[in-house]
């Protein structure tokens, strides 16, 4: 029998299912391992504790935040092999998701109360850059896993030697960010204007600042 082509309402229903595994359940993503499974877990002081837990509730803010910017990019992207594209991003960074899911629980601590707000948020930037076509889309995208990878980067450095649990997972997540900014790229994605660059740090530091300590 022929595949069954999928209709707006088709692929508005799979948003909507995508948007409460995100905040509310258990995400589908790519079926790898966790790397902080290979670790064996370290003492850490109290400060040091309640600081990774912070970076990690931080991290899975963002990851929150990336997956509904991919959901609604993939809702209105223009071309076919771009919504593929976007659909196998969203699947690792859905690994990223709950590996930093379980690192805060392992932790002791919660995700921040307002995903469903970085969601909404996102989601709705990420359908809107969708519409102003392919290229910038994909340069939104591209533009995005740089910030995140500088952003990777920052936490590396102030998260504890000892907590190599966190780390690994913050490592692997660069690698495959770095990678998601090649496929941008190399799809043609435009190059955004600096002011469009300026904003979105602007708002990345929003979503950080706050997600630290909710």
């Given at each position: ?23 509310f ?22 400060m ?22 991919y ?26 998701l ?20 970085w ?44 907590d190599?649990?966190?780390r ?25 204007p ?21």
């Amino acid at each position: 029998m022929p595949e069954r082509q999928l209709t707006a309402i088709d692929r508005l229903i799979g948003h909507f299912d995508s948007a409460l595994r995100t905040v509310f359940g258990t995400p589908i993503g790519s079926g790898r391992d966790n790397p902080a499974d290979s670790e064996e877990p370290h003492a850490l002081s109290a400060m040091e504790k309640a600081e990774s837990l912070c970076l990690m509730r931080v991290n899975h803010a963002g990851e929150v935040c990336a997956q509904a910017l991919y959901q609604g990019q993939a809702l209105t992207a223009q071309r076919g092999d771009t919504r593929e594209q976007m659909r196998q991003a969203a699947a690792e960074e859905n690994d990223h998701l709950a590996w930093c899911k379980q690192r805060v629980k392992e932790l002791g601590g919660h995700t921040s109360l307002l995903n469903p707000f970085w969601y909404g948020g996102s989601f709705v930037i990420g359908a809107v850059t969708g519409l102003t076509g392919d290229k910038w889309s994909l340069g939104f995208l591209a533009e995005t896993e740089r910030q995140v990878v500088n952003h990777l980067d920052g936490h590396l450095d102030r998260l504890s030697a000892d907590d190599t649990r966190s780390r690994v997972i913050l490592e692997q997540m660069k690698v495959d960010e770095a990678r998601h900014r090649s496929m941008a790229t190399n799809a043609g994605g435009s190059e955004l204007p600096e002011p469009v660059k300026r904003l979105m740090t602007l708002m990345s530091r929003l979503m950080t600042t706050t997600a630290y300590r909710i």
